[in-house]
């Protein structure tokens, strides 16, 4: 990407469900704050905390702004994206020109993010790969902490956990027996 321009806002579709930001995570941002003043993160959010999505909208905004506590970001909740790249494309546009309305976006992604599946309006720029972590082994290795801090998390996601439905059917076994 040649030209920067400050006046564009970089926008980021990411995930970050990890308990905090890690290094390809803030070479990510610092690389879309080089080249713009203003950084859209667009934060999927999931119905239900689940072991691929365990973070709230607002905790990964928070740990984001404590990261970077000077910087004036902007956040979006937006539920998941179609799986249909043009469909995804097309709702990320809207979302993009209702919070940003005329002005200019750039869409960015590193490795195996939205960039490689974008065919919106924006343009996108892929960010190098810096370092290979897996968010996955990161969630998987956080054990029991014997802390008052993370007894309280614990108990702050059993109190706000959305209701959770299992589908089940009722069935009744009915043998008739026939007299002869």
Request: proline letters at 4%; glycine letters at 4%; charged letters at 20%.
């Amino acid at each position: 990407m040649s030209q920067v321009n400050k006046d564009s806002v970089g926008v980021l579709v990411v995930r970050f469900q990890e308990p905090e930001l890690h290094e390809g995570h803030r070479h990510t941002v610092d690389e879309v704050l080089k080249r713009h003043k203003t950084v859209l993160f667009v934060l999927g959010v999931a119905y239900t905390s689940t072991d691929k999505d365990p973070l709230s909208f607002e905790m990964r905004r928070m740990m984001i702004q404590s990261e970077y506590p000077n910087q004036d970001f902007i956040f979006v909740a937006s539920e998941s994206l179609t799986s249909s790249s043009l469909r995804r494309s097309r709702l990320l546009d809207e979302l993009i020109a209702s919070v940003i309305p005329g002005r200019a976006a750039v869409v960015y992604g590193a490795r195996d993010s939205i960039v490689h599946s974008y065919n919106g309006v924006h343009p996108k720029f892929e960010l190098p790969t810096v370092t290979h972590i897996s968010s996955t082994h990161i969630r998987n290795s956080i054990g029991v902490v014997n802390s008052v801090d993370f007894r309280r998390g614990v108990i702050y996601n059993a109190i706000n956990r959305k209701p959770m439905y299992y589908p089940s059917v009722d069935v009744g076994v009915v043998h008739r027996y026939h007299r002869h």
